[in-house]
C-alpha cells in the first residue's frame, strides 16, 4: 500500500487537463485519438509520480517537522528511501518510454516537466517571486503536452482562462499552506510576517479567481466561440457554478478550513466536488449540441 500512496495517484487527476483541448476544440474523439489519451495520460502520470518521490526524498527532513505530512511515506518512513528511490527510477523509465511511443514532442515536454519540477523542489521553490509562476506552468504544461499529444492547436483564450484560474489555484495552495503551518506553530497571535503573506495571497488570489470568470464571459461573446458551438449563449449557465466554486474554496481557506492541497478538498467537500460535475456535464451537453 505504501508504494502506491507515495505515487500520489489521487493527484493524477491534475493530468486530465490533458485532455483539455481536446474538449475545447470540440474535436470528435475516434479511437486512435484515444488510444493516445489514455496511454498519454498514464505516461504523464508515471512521470508525475516519479517527480513526486523525488520531492519527498528532497524534501524529507523538511517534512518530518509538519504533523500535517507525516502521513507520507518517506517522512513518515513507513517506506524506506532506497526503495522509492528505485520505484522513482522505475516508473520513469516505464512513464519516458510511453511518452516517446506516442511522441517524440510530447515526451519532450512532459521530460521538461520533470526537470522543471526537480529544480523546483531542489531550489526554485525558495524563490518567493517565482514560486507561484512555476507552480501555474505545472499545470499549463499539462495543456500544452495535451496539445502536442493529440495534435491540436492552444487557443489564445484558453491560455489566459487557464492562467488565471490556475494562478488563483496557486496562491490559495500558498495561502493554506501558511494558515496549516500557523496553526501547527501554535501561534495564538498572528505574526506580521505570517500577515503579511497570508494578505498578499488572499489578494492576488482572489483577483485572479476574478480574471478567469472575466475572461471566460468575454469568451463567450468571442467570434471564435461561435465556430465551435451552434448555441455558445448557453455557456452562460457555466459563469454562476464556477463564481460558486470559487468563491467556496476561497471561503473556505479564509476560514481555515481548506486542506493544504485544493484537489484534495475539492474531492472530499460534496459541494465543490458536485458543483464540478455538474460544469463538466454541462460542458459535454453542449458540445454534443452542435
Not at 486512435?32 to 527532513?61: H, P, T
Not at 490556475?166 to 506580521?192: C, D, H, M, P, T
Not at 510576517?193 to 482572489?206: H, M, N, V
Request: glycine share 4%; net charge positive; with cysteine.
Amino acid at each position: 500500500m505504501k508504494v502506491i500512496t507515495v505515487l500520489r495517484p489521487h493527484q493524477w487527476l491534475k493530468n486530465l487537463l490533458l485532455l483539455v483541448p481536446l474538449f475545447t476544440s470540440q474535436i470528435v474523439l475516434n479511437f486512435e485519438m484515444l488510444r493516445s489519451a489514455v496511454l498519454g495520460f498514464l505516461g504523464f502520470s508515471l512521470i508525475c509520480s516519479a517527480n513526486y518521490i523525488c520531492n519527498d526524498l528532497m524534501d524529507f527532513e523538511i517534512d518530518k517537522q509538519y504533523k500535517f505530512k507525516l502521513g507520507k511515506p518517506i517522512a513518515s518512513e513507513n517506506l524506506s528511501k532506497r526503495t522509492a528511490g528505485i520505484e522513482a527510477a522505475f516508473i520513469f523509465v516505464v512513464g519516458i518510454s510511453i511518452c516517446f511511443y506516442l511522441s517524440r514532442v510530447f515526451a519532450l515536454i512532459t521530460f521538461a516537466y520533470l526537470i522543471l519540477g526537480l529544480m523546483y523542489s531542489r531550489f526554485l521553490k525558495q524563490i518567493q517571486q517565482l514560486n507561484i509562476v512555476i507552480l501555474v506552468l505545472f499545470y499549463e504544461i499539462r495543456i500544452f503536452a495535451g496539445g502536442a499529444l493529440l495534435g491540436i492547436s492552444i487557443s489564445f483564450w484558453l491560455i489566459i482562462f487557464s492562467y488565471t484560474i490556475f494562478s488563483s489555484l496557486a496562491f490559495l495552495k500558498k495561502y493554506s499552506k501558511k494558515q496549516i503551518e500557523k496553526q501547527e506553530n501554535g501561534l495564538l497571535e498572528v505574526s506580521r510576517q505570517f500577515d503579511k503573506d497570508e494578505t498578499f495571497f488572499s489578494l492576488f488570489g482572489i483577483c485572479f479567481a476574478a480574471l478567469s470568470l472575466l475572461t471566460f464571459s468575454l469568451y463567450i461573446n468571442s467570434d471564435e466561440v461561435s465556430t465551435l458551438y451552434q448555441y455558445p449563449k448557453l455557456l452562460w449557465i457555466l459563469v454562476p457554478f464556477l463564481q460558486f466554486l470559487l468563491f467556496r474554496i476561497w471561503r473556505a481557506a479564509i476560514d481555515g478550513k481548506m486542506h493544504y492541497d485544493p484537489i484534495i478538498f475539492i474531492l472530499k467537500d460534496f459541494a465543490s466536488a458536485a458543483c464540478l460535475t455538474i460544469v463538466l456535464i454541462t460542458i459535454l451537453i453542449i458540445g454534443g449540441l452542435n
